[in-house]
């Protein structure tokens, strides 16, 4: 793995933060509507040490990419104890590929570690290779593959 650039910084997101961090969510998440956003990033701050989030800052104060992380009681391969889980992780396109990304799963991990976690979860979509491939690259290995199902429902009355 290539090392980030000298002057990437990874640490835990301020308040300041948000503004940047909220343009890299929406391109992480483009489907999720603003107000929801704002709402997610309201209580993750209020809930740091539940759900931690690092970002990666250049030297200039802009953020190459954040980390969500937070504690779940559930992971597949993990069974039922408590586990640090990679939420989300996003890295700006013009700075991947040179460990910006791991840095940040790295932070995320040494927290979890130190919280007595034994295993950190995460997921991606079925059809983001990337992803998956930075997964294993990482040490993760696959656990399980979920499909999710919709029908559109004829409109009723409750009986
Ligand atoms: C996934 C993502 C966060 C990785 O960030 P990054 O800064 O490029 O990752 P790194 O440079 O630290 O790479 C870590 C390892 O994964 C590998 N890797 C990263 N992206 C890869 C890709 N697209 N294909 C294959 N391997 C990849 C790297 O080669 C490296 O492996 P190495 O240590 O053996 O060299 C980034 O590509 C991204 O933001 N993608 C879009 C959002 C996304 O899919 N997020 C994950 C799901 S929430």
């Not at 559930?74 to 840095?103: F, Q, S, T």
């Not at 930075?134 to 979920?146: K, N, P, Q, T, V």
């Amino acid at each position: 793995m290539k090392k980030p650039r000298g002057s990437i910084v990874v640490r835990r997101a301020h308040r300041t933060d948000v503004p940047q961090w909220l343009s890299m969510r929406r391109a992480l998440w483009p489907d999720c509507p603003l107000r929801d956003h704002r709402k997610e990033i309201a209580g993750i701050l209020a809930d740091a040490r539940y759900q931690p989030v690092w970002v990666a800052e250049d030297a200039d104060g802009e953020l190459a990419g954040f980390l969500e992380a937070s504690v779940r009681n559930y992971a597949d391969g993990a069974g039922r104890e408590n586990v640090g889980y990679l939420e989300g992780c996003y890295v700006r396109p013009r700075l991947r590929k040179r460990g910006i990304g791991h840095e940040l799963v790295k932070a995320a991990e040494r927290w979890a570690a130190q919280r007595g976690f034994r295993h950190m979860g995460s997921d991606t979509w079925i059809g983001n290779k990337g992803s998956h491939c930075a997964h294993l690259a990482m040490g993760y290995r696959e656990a399980g593959r979920d499909i999710h199902y919709v029908k559109r429902l004829k409109p009723g009355r409750e009986p």
